[in-house]
Protein backbone atom coordinates (compact mmCIF):
# COMPACT_ATOMS: atom_id res chain seq x y z
CA UNK A 1 0.00 0.00 0.00
CA UNK A 2 2.69 2.55 0.55
CA UNK A 3 4.57 1.55 -2.56
CA UNK A 4 1.21 2.61 -4.10
CA UNK A 5 0.97 5.70 -2.51
CA UNK A 6 4.31 6.67 -2.98
CA UNK A 7 3.99 6.12 -6.74
CA UNK A 8 0.94 8.02 -7.00
CA UNK A 9 2.54 10.52 -5.19
CA UNK A 10 5.84 10.73 -7.25
CA UNK A 11 3.42 10.71 -10.75
CA UNK A 12 1.03 13.64 -8.77
CA UNK A 13 4.18 16.00 -8.48
CA UNK A 14 5.17 14.94 -12.25
CA UNK A 15 2.18 16.22 -13.18
CA UNK A 16 2.63 19.67 -11.47
CA UNK A 17 5.77 19.83 -12.86
CA UNK A 18 4.42 19.59 -16.41
CA UNK A 19 2.22 21.26 -15.79
CA UNK A 20 3.96 24.19 -14.29
CA UNK A 21 6.48 24.30 -16.96
CA UNK A 22 3.38 24.77 -19.55
CA UNK A 23 2.07 27.49 -17.76
CA UNK A 24 5.38 29.36 -17.55
CA UNK A 25 6.04 28.46 -21.69
CA UNK A 26 2.92 30.33 -22.01
CA UNK A 27 3.29 33.17 -20.16
CA UNK A 28 6.90 33.67 -22.04
CA UNK A 29 5.30 33.37 -24.65
CA UNK A 30 2.27 36.26 -23.77
CA UNK A 31 5.25 38.49 -22.40
CA UNK A 32 7.02 38.27 -25.15
CA UNK A 33 3.88 38.58 -27.67
CA UNK A 34 3.48 42.16 -25.69
CA UNK A 35 7.37 43.10 -25.74
CA UNK A 36 7.60 42.65 -22.30
CA UNK A 37 10.73 40.38 -22.34
CA UNK A 38 13.11 43.06 -21.24
CA UNK A 39 11.30 43.98 -17.72
CA UNK A 40 10.80 42.99 -14.05
CA UNK A 41 8.07 41.10 -15.68
CA UNK A 42 9.89 38.44 -16.79
CA UNK A 43 12.70 38.11 -14.45
CA UNK A 44 10.67 38.52 -11.38
CA UNK A 45 7.41 37.92 -12.34
CA UNK A 46 8.05 34.31 -13.88
CA UNK A 47 10.10 32.91 -11.85
CA UNK A 48 7.75 34.32 -8.31
CA UNK A 49 4.67 32.46 -10.68
CA UNK A 50 6.70 29.36 -11.18
CA UNK A 51 7.91 29.09 -7.35
CA UNK A 52 4.53 29.82 -6.00
CA UNK A 53 2.70 27.25 -8.27
CA UNK A 54 5.19 24.78 -7.14
CA UNK A 55 5.21 25.81 -3.41
CA UNK A 56 1.32 25.42 -3.30
CA UNK A 57 0.87 22.44 -5.21
CA UNK A 58 4.05 19.72 -4.61
CA UNK A 59 3.56 17.65 -2.06
CA UNK A 60 7.08 17.47 -0.69
CA UNK A 61 7.45 20.04 2.22
CA UNK A 62 10.39 18.57 3.29
CA UNK A 63 11.92 20.22 0.34
CA UNK A 64 10.42 23.46 -1.41
CA UNK A 65 13.62 24.78 -2.26
CA UNK A 66 14.75 21.46 -4.17
CA UNK A 67 10.97 20.94 -6.19
CA UNK A 68 11.73 25.20 -7.16
CA UNK A 69 14.72 25.04 -8.43
CA UNK A 70 14.54 21.74 -10.21
CA UNK A 71 11.64 23.66 -12.22
CA UNK A 72 13.13 26.86 -12.61
CA UNK A 73 16.73 24.96 -13.75
CA UNK A 74 14.42 22.71 -16.43
CA UNK A 75 12.57 26.24 -17.51
CA UNK A 76 16.09 27.53 -17.79
CA UNK A 77 17.24 24.28 -20.10
CA UNK A 78 14.07 24.70 -22.18
CA UNK A 79 14.54 28.33 -23.00
CA UNK A 80 17.87 27.81 -24.43
CA UNK A 81 16.77 25.50 -26.50
CA UNK A 82 13.00 25.88 -27.63
CA UNK A 83 13.25 29.47 -26.81
CA UNK A 84 15.87 30.62 -28.70
CA UNK A 85 17.68 32.31 -26.23
CA UNK A 86 21.18 32.20 -25.93
CA UNK A 87 23.44 30.63 -23.54
CA UNK A 88 24.57 34.50 -21.63
CA UNK A 89 20.86 35.14 -21.17
CA UNK A 90 20.31 32.03 -19.30
CA UNK A 91 23.64 32.76 -17.14
CA UNK A 92 22.35 36.18 -16.52
CA UNK A 93 18.91 34.92 -15.48
CA UNK A 94 19.49 32.16 -13.46
CA UNK A 95 20.73 34.37 -10.60
CA UNK A 96 17.51 36.09 -9.91
CA UNK A 97 15.12 33.06 -10.87
CA UNK A 98 16.85 31.24 -8.27
CA UNK A 99 17.52 34.62 -5.74
CA UNK A 100 13.99 35.19 -6.26
CA UNK A 101 12.78 31.05 -5.92
CA UNK A 102 15.02 31.35 -2.73
CA UNK A 103 13.65 34.45 -0.92
CA UNK A 104 9.79 33.75 -1.83
CA UNK A 105 10.42 29.75 -0.44
CA UNK A 106 11.77 31.14 2.62
CA UNK A 107 9.14 33.28 3.61
CA UNK A 108 6.21 31.09 2.64
CA UNK A 109 7.64 28.57 5.02
CA UNK A 110 8.34 30.82 7.91
CA UNK A 111 4.72 32.04 7.70
CA UNK A 112 3.62 28.46 7.61
CA UNK A 113 5.70 27.03 10.62
CA UNK A 114 3.52 30.43 12.31
CA UNK A 115 0.66 28.22 11.02
CA UNK A 116 -0.10 31.80 8.59
CA UNK A 117 -0.03 30.17 5.31
CA UNK A 118 -3.14 31.98 4.42
CA UNK A 119 -1.21 35.05 4.10
CA UNK A 120 1.25 33.63 1.84
CA UNK A 121 -0.54 35.64 -1.20
CA UNK A 122 -1.18 38.40 0.72
CA UNK A 123 2.62 39.07 2.00
CA UNK A 124 4.21 37.68 -0.75
CA UNK A 125 2.54 40.47 -3.31
CA UNK A 126 4.23 43.61 -2.16
CA UNK A 127 7.68 41.83 -2.07
CA UNK A 128 7.34 40.48 -5.58
CA UNK A 129 5.88 44.03 -7.05
CA UNK A 130 8.82 45.46 -4.72
CA UNK A 131 11.45 44.27 -5.96
CA UNK A 132 9.84 44.04 -9.61
CA UNK A 133 10.32 48.08 -9.85
CA UNK A 134 7.08 48.85 -10.99
CA UNK A 135 8.31 52.13 -11.84
CA UNK A 136 10.86 50.91 -14.62
CA UNK A 137 7.68 50.78 -16.68
CA UNK A 138 6.54 54.33 -16.54
CA UNK A 139 9.99 55.92 -16.67
CA UNK A 140 13.24 56.73 -19.64
CA UNK A 141 15.72 54.60 -18.27
CA UNK A 142 18.55 57.18 -16.92
CA UNK A 143 22.13 57.32 -18.99
CA UNK A 144 25.08 55.17 -17.93
CA UNK A 145 28.27 56.59 -17.99
CA UNK A 146 30.85 54.12 -18.09
CA UNK A 147 34.60 55.45 -18.47
CA UNK A 148 37.83 53.53 -18.57
CA UNK A 149 40.82 55.23 -18.60
CA UNK A 150 44.29 53.40 -20.30
CA UNK A 151 47.50 54.01 -21.12
CA UNK A 152 48.78 53.16 -24.53
CA UNK A 153 51.84 53.59 -27.04
CA UNK A 154 53.35 56.37 -27.25
CA UNK A 155 52.77 58.27 -30.53
CA UNK A 156 49.09 56.70 -30.30
CA UNK A 157 46.46 59.16 -32.56
CA UNK A 158 43.29 59.65 -33.12
CA UNK A 159 43.42 58.81 -36.58
CA UNK A 160 44.15 55.25 -35.48
CA UNK A 161 40.07 55.19 -36.35
CA UNK A 162 40.67 54.98 -39.64
CA UNK A 163 42.25 51.67 -39.86
CA UNK A 164 40.11 48.86 -39.71
CA UNK A 165 40.63 46.23 -36.74
CA UNK A 166 40.32 42.95 -35.87
CA UNK A 167 37.37 43.43 -33.01
CA UNK A 168 37.83 39.35 -32.60
CA UNK A 169 41.61 39.74 -31.55
CA UNK A 170 42.44 38.52 -27.81
CA UNK A 171 38.57 39.23 -27.50
CA UNK A 172 38.06 38.75 -23.03
CA UNK A 173 36.61 35.40 -22.08
CA UNK A 174 33.89 37.48 -20.79
CA UNK A 175 32.45 37.97 -24.18
CA UNK A 176 33.02 34.07 -25.30
CA UNK A 177 29.88 33.08 -23.18
CA UNK A 178 27.57 33.53 -25.70
CA UNK A 179 27.22 37.27 -26.50
CA UNK A 180 27.35 38.61 -29.89
CA UNK A 181 30.49 38.08 -32.03
CA UNK A 182 31.63 41.42 -33.84
CA UNK A 183 32.39 39.76 -37.26
CA UNK A 184 32.69 42.67 -40.07
CA UNK A 185 33.43 46.34 -39.84
CA UNK A 186 33.21 48.54 -43.06
CA UNK A 187 33.76 52.43 -43.61
CA UNK A 188 36.33 53.89 -41.29
CA UNK A 189 36.48 57.63 -41.60
CA UNK A 190 36.73 60.11 -38.53
CA UNK A 191 35.63 63.20 -40.54
CA UNK A 192 32.38 65.34 -38.94
CA UNK A 193 29.40 62.69 -40.51
CA UNK A 194 31.13 59.51 -41.14
CA UNK A 195 29.97 56.73 -40.65
CA UNK A 196 30.82 53.41 -39.23
CA UNK A 197 28.99 50.23 -39.54
CA UNK A 198 30.18 46.94 -36.89
CA UNK A 199 27.79 43.74 -37.73
CA UNK A 200 27.90 41.36 -34.63
CA UNK A 201 26.51 37.57 -35.00
CA UNK A 202 24.46 35.99 -32.58
CA UNK A 203 24.02 32.22 -32.36
CA UNK A 204 20.45 32.52 -31.82
CA UNK A 205 19.43 36.07 -33.51
CA UNK A 206 21.05 36.09 -36.39
CA UNK A 207 23.68 38.97 -37.67
CA UNK A 208 22.53 42.82 -36.98
CA UNK A 209 24.44 45.50 -37.34
CA UNK A 210 25.24 48.87 -35.07
CA UNK A 211 26.20 51.85 -37.11
CA UNK A 212 27.72 54.70 -35.70
CA UNK A 213 27.63 58.73 -37.27
CA UNK A 214 31.56 61.03 -36.21
CA UNK A 215 29.26 63.60 -34.30
CA UNK A 216 32.69 65.74 -32.56
CA UNK A 217 35.90 65.63 -34.04
CA UNK A 218 39.47 67.32 -32.74
CA UNK A 219 43.10 66.70 -32.70
CA UNK A 220 42.82 64.76 -29.24
CA UNK A 221 39.46 62.90 -29.31
CA UNK A 222 36.78 61.65 -31.72
CA UNK A 223 32.67 61.03 -30.64
CA UNK A 224 30.29 58.70 -32.51
CA UNK A 225 26.72 58.61 -32.27
CA UNK A 226 24.52 55.58 -31.76
CA UNK A 227 22.18 55.92 -35.00
CA UNK A 228 20.49 52.55 -34.92
CA UNK A 229 20.84 48.84 -34.23
CA UNK A 230 19.33 46.59 -34.97
CA UNK A 231 21.84 43.72 -33.27
CA UNK A 232 20.58 41.23 -30.57
CA UNK A 233 22.80 43.69 -28.02
CA UNK A 234 19.61 46.19 -28.10
CA UNK A 235 17.42 43.63 -26.27
CA UNK A 236 19.96 44.46 -23.50
CA UNK A 237 20.76 48.31 -23.55
CA UNK A 238 20.28 50.99 -25.97
CA UNK A 239 23.88 52.57 -27.30
CA UNK A 240 23.94 56.34 -27.15
CA UNK A 241 27.41 57.71 -27.37
CA UNK A 242 31.39 56.42 -27.30
CA UNK A 243 33.66 59.69 -26.76
CA UNK A 244 37.66 58.80 -27.23
CA UNK A 245 39.90 61.06 -25.96
CA UNK A 246 43.90 60.89 -25.59
CA UNK A 247 45.67 62.34 -23.65
CA UNK A 248 49.25 63.00 -22.12
CA UNK A 249 50.32 62.95 -25.95
CA UNK A 250 53.72 64.56 -24.84
CA UNK A 251 54.68 62.18 -21.91
CA UNK A 252 55.99 58.77 -22.22
CA UNK A 253 52.76 57.10 -21.10
CA UNK A 254 49.97 58.78 -23.20
CA UNK A 255 46.38 57.72 -22.01
CA UNK A 256 43.09 57.41 -23.31
CA UNK A 257 39.30 58.01 -21.72
CA UNK A 258 37.27 55.43 -23.88
CA UNK A 259 33.23 57.06 -22.79
CA UNK A 260 30.69 55.28 -23.53
CA UNK A 261 27.03 56.81 -22.75
CA UNK A 262 23.89 54.01 -23.38
CA UNK A 263 20.64 53.34 -21.14
CA UNK A 264 19.99 50.23 -19.58
CA UNK A 265 17.13 47.99 -20.75
CA UNK A 266 16.61 45.15 -18.56
CA UNK A 267 14.80 45.15 -15.32
CA UNK A 268 14.80 45.15 -12.58
CA UNK A 269 17.38 47.91 -12.73
CA UNK A 270 19.03 46.86 -9.24
CA UNK A 271 19.87 43.99 -10.93
CA UNK A 272 21.10 44.28 -14.08
CA UNK A 273 22.58 47.62 -14.30
CA UNK A 274 25.80 46.73 -12.54
CA UNK A 275 26.30 43.46 -14.77
CA UNK A 276 26.05 45.60 -17.90
CA UNK A 277 28.41 47.93 -16.62
CA UNK A 278 30.85 45.78 -15.65
CA UNK A 279 30.50 44.63 -19.64
CA UNK A 280 30.96 48.00 -20.85
CA UNK A 281 34.04 48.51 -19.08
CA UNK A 282 35.50 45.30 -20.62
CA UNK A 283 34.22 46.51 -23.97
CA UNK A 284 36.15 49.74 -23.74
CA UNK A 285 39.20 48.31 -22.20
CA UNK A 286 39.02 45.58 -25.35
CA UNK A 287 38.78 48.40 -27.74
CA UNK A 288 41.65 50.37 -26.62
CA UNK A 289 43.89 47.55 -26.80
CA UNK A 290 42.65 46.48 -30.49
CA UNK A 291 42.88 50.37 -31.48
CA UNK A 292 45.75 51.72 -29.86
CA UNK A 293 47.73 48.82 -28.23
Same mark, same amino acid.
Given at each position: ?????????????????????????????????????????? /?? #? %?? @? !?????? $??????? =? &?????????????????????????????????? /?? #? %?? @? !?????? $??????? =? &?????????????????????????????????????????????????????????????????????????????????????????????????????????????????????????????????????????????????????????????????????????????????
Amino acid at each position: MSEETSTDRKKKQLYVVVAVLVIASVAFRLIDGYHFEQTSIL /FI #G %LP @A !LITLLM $VKYTSTP =K &SPYGVSFRVITIFLLMSSILLGEGIVCVLFAAPI /FY #G %LA @A !LLVFVS $VYLEKRN =K &SNLNSIVLLPLVVLLAQPLDFIKEPKIQTVETISIVQKGSSIETFNQEPNLMKNLPSFFKIGFPKPVGISESGTELGDHRNIEFESSTKGIGTLSLEVVERSVSSITFKAISDDTHINHWLTWKQMKVELIDTNTEQPKIIWTTQYQCDLGPSWYFEPLEEIAVKKMNKHLIDVYFN
